[in-house]
């Protein structure tokens, strides 16, 4: 009985140290080793006690083991996924496209992606820090992400007219043809809209490269002009390319 | 004699694995022990908080971007140090901020960058300026880092370049950059990242003086958006990546030996809204577990990553 109530109160020092620790479960366990090894050096009495926190570690260890292992298999299942994937976003798009068109189309067409996402890119660069959105029909460019966006698609031959609110750009992209994919792998040119706290896809921008690095241009709100920043400063909505 | 014994593991355990790891809780709010946030306000609709976290020793240090300072957290979660950046102007933007080490690898000095007025200003830790640097020609203030001389690191995405300043502010050179972070060592070298295409991703060490000294393949061709957070005494260099496939919020912390090499990887999924959230110190690497958007209702939390071999 005695010795039910020091494992109790033992189990239970764990679990407040635990926590107090932010739970780091190997660095616990290194700890808890280290204390039952002093003690069980000093004091052969409490052996038993000892070797039953022993016991105990191996089981707190498979737990930490299965765990890795868990996020090894969702590593192993992410990666078994195809590269990009056209997702049924909305109702006009067709899946079934891609797995039929043939290798030679399918090169033609990606040659032509590229240079289209190299122009995007290109185009939306040459919009950094301009002051040219600061109108009143973009609230003085608060609201000017979209104009943004659609200026650039424009200026790069992918539209043919400026909008001034993200659903609007989205659908005219769908209308030529830009379909919803997954990322990653993030491509140049992509068009990228975020979801806010006023819901999804109420922020756009255009991804970018810089070496293997790929950030967006949008519109910054607070400094009115266009700017260079993470994609995932904020949650994604959707990301879409011409396929 | 058992009773003894337990309580006497009772205590090793809490005394042990308590100091060992801190528990670190920043709230938000308007007093001074709180740090500030800004609901969204503008048509981005992104909430501002702190902007950048870094830890040093057993210590957490926040760039409190509403309220234009920083504040250094200790391991019992007190504020040990406060220091208010002097004379920033009207609706400052503070991005990034970076410690300079004395030689015994104590903090001395504070420095950050105000997106808006693009200046650079580092501050002594009485809040005191020492130098403010106005970096008008560039295009964008993003990361900074400085050395234990004083000599400032200031990177720029829209320009794809990092502006070196000296100690007295003088702009020394532009090093070109892939935006994939910076960090500078304590022999004041520093380090970043390179990418080709073919031979993939390759670790870069440049002088204080502008001349490379060292260059270490890493590969990894298919991850993407390398950025390389922090740099150890003995050389090893803390980067993350996205892996090829998956959720997009989900990155791989990779820990690379001084000659290139992987010594370990920890998965996990970045918070939003903060342009720092991996603080490593010497022994521990921790991620910034918060959510703006939540904000003043759940503080700012750390989660300790263990990067497995």
Redesign the interface.
């Given at each position: 009985m005695r010795f039910f109530k020091a494992l109790t109160f033992i189990m239970l020092m764990g679990l407040v140290s635990v926590s107090m620790t932010g739970c780091d479960a190997s660095k616990i366990i290194d700890v808890i080793s280290k204390v039952a090894e002093g003690v069980q050096k000093a004091i052969p009495a409490v052996k038993e006690v000892i070797n039953t926190v022993s016991n105990a570690l191996p089981q707190n260890t498979d737990t930490a083991t299965n765990n890795n292992t868990a996020t090894t298999n969702n590593e192993q299942a992410a990666n078994n996924n195809a590269n990009v994937t056209i997702t049924s976003a909305g109702d006009d798009e067709d899946v079934g496209n891609t797995t039929t068109t043939n290798n030679v189309t399918a090169n033609t067409t990606n040659s032509t992606s590229t240079a289209q996402q190299a122009r995007i890119a290109s185009s939306i660069r040459s919009l950094l820090g301009s002051t040219s959105f600061r109108g009143a029909d973009v609230d003085g460019g608060n609201l000017a992400c979209a104009k943004v966006v659609s200026t650039a698609l424009k200026n790069a031959g992918v539209l043919s007219r400026v909008q001034l609110n993200c659903d609007a750009v989205v659908s005219d992209l769908r209308a030529v043809g830009w379909q919803r994919v997954n990322v990653p792998p993030y491509q140049e040119g992509d068009v990228v809209t975020w979801t806010t706290s006023r819901g999804p896809g109420r922020h756009i921008g255009i991804i970018v490269k810089q070496g293997n690095t790929f950030q967006a241009i949008s519109n910054s709100s607070s400094e009115r002009t266009p700017r260079v920043h993470s994609i995932n400063y904020m949650p994604i909505t959707q990301v879409l390319r011409k396929v | 004699?058992?009773?003894a014994?337990?309580t006497?593991?009772?205590i090793?355990?809490?005394a042990?694995?308590?100091p060992?790891?801190?528990?670190w809780e920043i709230p938000f709010g308007q007093e001074k022990t709180q740090v500030g946030i800004t609901a969204?306000v503008?048509?981005?609709?992104?909430?501002v908080g702190p902007g950048s976290y870094r830890a040093h020793g057993s210590d957490i240090w926040v760039l409190d971007s509403v309220k234009g300072r920083v504040l250094c957290f200790g391991a019992d979660n007190k504020i040990s140090q406060e220091v208010a950046f002097p004379a920033l102007g009207k609706?400052f933007?503070l991005t990034d901020f970076a410690l300079q080490l004395g030689e015994n690898g104590e903090v001395k000095a504070v420095a950050t960058i105000d997106?808006?007025a693009k200046e650079i200003v580092v501050a002594g830790l009485d809040g005191k300026e020492i130098r403010r640097i106005k970096a008008g020609n560039m295009?964008?203030l993003?990361e900074i880092d400085i050395d234990r001389n004083g000599q400032v690191y200031v990177g720029d995405?829209?320009a794809?370049s990092i502006a070196v300043f000296s100690a007295d502010g003088t702009a020394l050179r532009n090093i070109p950059w892939?935006?994939?972070g910076f960090a500078v060592d304590s022999s004041n070298n520093l380090h970043m990242?390179?990418?080709a295409e073919g031979s993939?991703?390759a670790l870069v060490t440049i002088g204080a003086d502008g001349k490379e000294v060292a260059r270490h393949e890493i590969g990894m061709?298919e991850?993407?958006?390398?950025?390389i957070w922090a740099v150890k005494d003995s050389g090893e260099c803390l980067v993350s990546m996205?892996?090829?496939?998956?959720?997009?919020?989900?990155q791989k912390l990779m820990l690379f030996s001084a000659d290139g090499k992987a010594a370990g990887s920890a998965?996990f999924s970045?918070p939003?809204?903060i342009?720092r959230y991996i603080a490593a110190s010497k022994d521990n690497v921790w991620l910034v577990k918060a959510d703006y958007?939540k904000a003043p209702g759940e503080p700012v939390?750390?989660?300790?990553l263990?990067l497995?071999k």
């Amino acid at each position: 009985m005695r010795f039910f109530k020091a494992l109790t109160f033992i189990m239970l020092m764990g679990l407040v140290s635990v926590s107090m620790t932010g739970c780091d479960a190997s660095k616990i366990i290194d700890v808890i080793s280290k204390v039952a090894e002093g003690v069980q050096k000093a004091i052969p009495a409490v052996k038993e006690v000892i070797n039953t926190v022993s016991n105990a570690l191996p089981q707190n260890t498979d737990t930490a083991t299965n765990n890795n292992t868990a996020t090894t298999n969702n590593e192993q299942a992410a990666n078994n996924n195809a590269n990009v994937t056209i997702t049924s976003a909305g109702d006009d798009e067709d899946v079934g496209n891609t797995t039929t068109t043939n290798n030679v189309t399918a090169n033609t067409t990606n040659s032509t992606s590229t240079a289209q996402q190299a122009r995007i890119a290109s185009s939306i660069r040459s919009l950094l820090g301009s002051t040219s959105f600061r109108g009143a029909d973009v609230d003085g460019g608060n609201l000017a992400c979209a104009k943004v966006v659609s200026t650039a698609l424009k200026n790069a031959g992918v539209l043919s007219r400026v909008q001034l609110n993200c659903d609007a750009v989205v659908s005219d992209l769908r209308a030529v043809g830009w379909q919803r994919v997954n990322v990653p792998p993030y491509q140049e040119g992509d068009v990228v809209t975020w979801t806010t706290s006023r819901g999804p896809g109420r922020h756009i921008g255009i991804i970018v490269k810089q070496g293997n690095t790929f950030q967006a241009i949008s519109n910054s709100s607070s400094e009115r002009t266009p700017r260079v920043h993470s994609i995932n400063y904020m949650p994604i909505t959707q990301v879409l390319r011409k396929v | 004699m058992r009773k003894a014994t337990v309580t006497l593991m009772a205590i090793f355990m809490f005394a042990f694995a308590g100091p060992a790891f801190c528990n670190w809780e920043i709230p938000f709010g308007q007093e001074k022990t709180q740090v500030g946030i800004t609901a969204p306000v503008h048509a981005e609709d992104m909430p501002v908080g702190p902007g950048s976290y870094r830890a040093h020793g057993s210590d957490i240090w926040v760039l409190d971007s509403v309220k234009g300072r920083v504040l250094c957290f200790g391991a019992d979660n007190k504020i040990s140090q406060e220091v208010a950046f002097p004379a920033l102007g009207k609706d400052f933007i503070l991005t990034d901020f970076a410690l300079q080490l004395g030689e015994n690898g104590e903090v001395k000095a504070v420095a950050t960058i105000d997106m808006r007025a693009k200046e650079i200003v580092v501050a002594g830790l009485d809040g005191k300026e020492i130098r403010r640097i106005k970096a008008g020609n560039m295009m964008q203030l993003d990361e900074i880092d400085i050395d234990r001389n004083g000599q400032v690191y200031v990177g720029d995405y829209a320009a794809a370049s990092i502006a070196v300043f000296s100690a007295d502010g003088t702009a020394l050179r532009n090093i070109p950059w892939q935006a994939s972070g910076f960090a500078v060592d304590s022999s004041n070298n520093l380090h970043m990242l390179s990418y080709a295409e073919g031979s993939g991703h390759a670790l870069v060490t440049i002088g204080a003086d502008g001349k490379e000294v060292a260059r270490h393949e890493i590969g990894m061709a298919e991850m993407q958006n390398p950025r390389i957070w922090a740099v150890k005494d003995s050389g090893e260099c803390l980067v993350s990546m996205v892996p090829p496939s998956g959720d997009p919020s989900k990155q791989k912390l990779m820990l690379f030996s001084a000659d290139g090499k992987a010594a370990g990887s920890a998965d996990f999924s970045n918070p939003y809204y903060i342009n720092r959230y991996i603080a490593a110190s010497k022994d521990n690497v921790w991620l910034v577990k918060a959510d703006y958007l939540k904000a003043p209702g759940e503080p700012v939390k750390f989660d300790s990553l263990s990067l497995a071999k």
